[in-house]
């Protein structure tokens, strides 16, 4: 499965309000991994287009509710996984396995805390609107920062306190491993568009 495929073009940052970006393209590298995975160029640019539309929509339309304070931490290879209670097991094992499309991937890296907070926010804030239910998280592990797997521990505490979150699993190794987040939500209000990748 490739997330080049699978992933939405997203629109012309010539849309977005000049002090928005502004605000956006001054952004300071975080302490963060030295080695970055590298996608690929159309990946890439869908990624940097998300990030700013993301930061938009949730300063205009919502408050951001997800936290900023002292969090529990996790250790940077740990894998990240959870369900609700009563969903079906196959259901979180075809996540586990990326047997569905994602139809976003969010790229954290070189975002503070802050940053990565008010992007995923705004997917989230988003998701029925655009009819979304499985996409990538990319956060990183952090080795050579101060605090390592920093922006991983929120990612995860982020994620547990959205409602429309059923489950959550690290990346299988083509996909980012520990440093990247595969999420599914619940079905949303519009048609939703998973569908299970068919393979050999």
Not at 31 to 54: G, H, M, N, W
Not at 86 to 104: D, H, I, S, T
Not at 182 to 192: A, G, I, M, R
Request: proline letters at 6%; aromatic letters at 8%; a positive charge.
């Amino acid at each position: 499965m490739s997330d080049d495929t699978n992933s939405k073009t997203m629109n012309s940052d010539s849309a977005f309000p000049s002090s928005f970006l502004e605000e956006i393209d001054d952004i300071k590298p975080l302490d963060q991994d030295k080695v970055i995975p590298r996608p690929s160029a159309k990946l890439a640019e869908q990624s940097v287009s998300y990030r700013k539309k993301a930061a938009i929509n949730k300063a205009v339309k919502y408050e951001n509710f997800l936290t900023d304070g002292e969090i529990e931490f996790v250790q940077p290879d740990d894998i990240l996984s959870f369900k609700i209670s009563g969903l079906q097991p196959n259901v979180f094992k075809n996540l586990r396995r990326a047997k569905y499309e994602f139809e976003y991937h969010l790229d954290l890296h070189r975002m503070t805390v802050e940053q990565s907070r008010n992007a995923v926010f705004g997917l989230i804030s988003q998701a029925d609107t655009e009819g979304i239910r499985c996409f990538k998280i990319t956060h990183g592990k952090g080795l050579q920062s101060t605090q390592p797997a920093k922006l991983k521990s929120y990612v995860r505490h982020w994620l547990k306190q959205i409602e429309q979150v059923v489950a959550f699993h690290s990346a299988l190794p083509q996909h980012g491993g520990t440093g990247s987040v595969y999420v599914l939500l619940k079905k949303p209000k519009s048609q939703p568009r998973i569908n299970p990748t068919k393979y050999e």
